[in-house]
């Protein structure tokens, strides 16, 4: 599943695609997406406004219309927006095609079909906030050792499955919450209200860091994820733990080992995380 790297990557990589330009028509493939297609937004809302401003909130990518309507999308676990000419024929997932005032057509493809588009006025957004109770995001103040370890006391599930809960902190998927443990030095079955401040401290320091080292490298390309120009991230080349179970450690040698952790794959240090 694309992470906050990820769609960071194809919000920024979209922006100056699209911005200002006006869409001239919507085509949809009649698939089922994991929410219905909002046919009567889309055609009222969508078909003849002007995008003005890209953003993204957590794992979504918010598209800002004039008529104050806002197209929102979010990837699942195949999704891919990218541009493309028109004449280009069609792939096979391409669910949603955007006819662009340039000739462009902005293609929504989605294999598994998990991901969904939604369309929005601002009035509704605020009225049924999709984003209501998600935590921070992890470059923002508000997500400070100080706010983790208040969050975390008493908190008797391992940090891992805590940093990966949306309502804690947004974006922190499963990639990068084993990469920041790791470079943390915190072993991912520890319970998060055992962690100190210090500990908390370390651990926003390096998602920050990991997190801005993965957006400059265009993600991490595990299994198909691509940019808007259809490109693979290569942070995967610079993973630490994840996927390198058996694998030795670059730091004392020995085999990284693999768990299970709320569902998830789970990779560490024996000994270098404590």
């Known amino acids: 599943m694309p992470e906050l790297p990820e769609v960071e990557v194809v919000c920024r990589g979209l922006a100056p695609l699209v911005l200002k330009r006006k869409i001239l028509s919507v085509s949809y493939s ?8 909002p ?3 889309m055609y009222r809302q ?3 406004a002007f995008i003005l401003g890209v953003e993204r909130r957590a794992k979504y990518i918010l598209l800002r219309l004039t008529g104050k309507g806002i197209l929102l999308f979010h990837l ?5 927006i990218g541009i493309f000419d028109r004449d280009i024929p069609r792939r096979k997932h391409d669910h949603l095609r955007f006819l662009l005032d340039n000739g462009k057509e902005m293609r929504f493809n989605d294999v598994r079909r998990f991901g969904c588009v939604e369309v929005y006025s601002e009035k509704e957004l605020q009225e049924n906030d999709p984003f209501a109770g998600l935590g921070p995001e992890p470059f923002s103040e508000d997500f400070s050792a100080d706010y983790l370890l208040e969050k975390a006391q008493g908190k008797k599930q391992p940090v891992k499955s805590f940093l990966m809960d949306n309502r804690v902190v947004v974006g922190l998927g499963n990639i990068y919450a084993n990469e920041t443990l790791f470079a943390a030095c915190t072993h991912p079955q520890t319970q998060a209200g055992q962690l100190l401040k210090m500990d908390w401290q370390l651990i926003v320091k390096k998602s920050r860091l990991i997190l801005e080292k993965a957006i400059a490298m265009g993600g991490s390309t595990i299994s198909d994820y ?3 120009s259809g490109e693979a991230g290569y942070f995967q080349l610079e993973l630490e733990v994840y996927g390198r179970q ?6 004392c040698g020995l085999p990284i080992i693999r768990s299970v952790i709320g569902g998830r794959a789970t990779f560490c240090c024996p000994v270098c995380q404590k």
Request: proline share 7%.
């Open 46 to 48: 969508v078909e003849g």
């Open 76 to 80: 699942g676990m195949t999704g891919k």
């Open 246 to 251: 058996g694998q030795p450690c670059r730091r």
């Open 226 to 228: 691509e940019n808007v």
């Open 39 to 41: 046919r009567t937004k």
């Open 30 to 37: 009649n698939k089922k997406l994991r929410k219905p297609f």
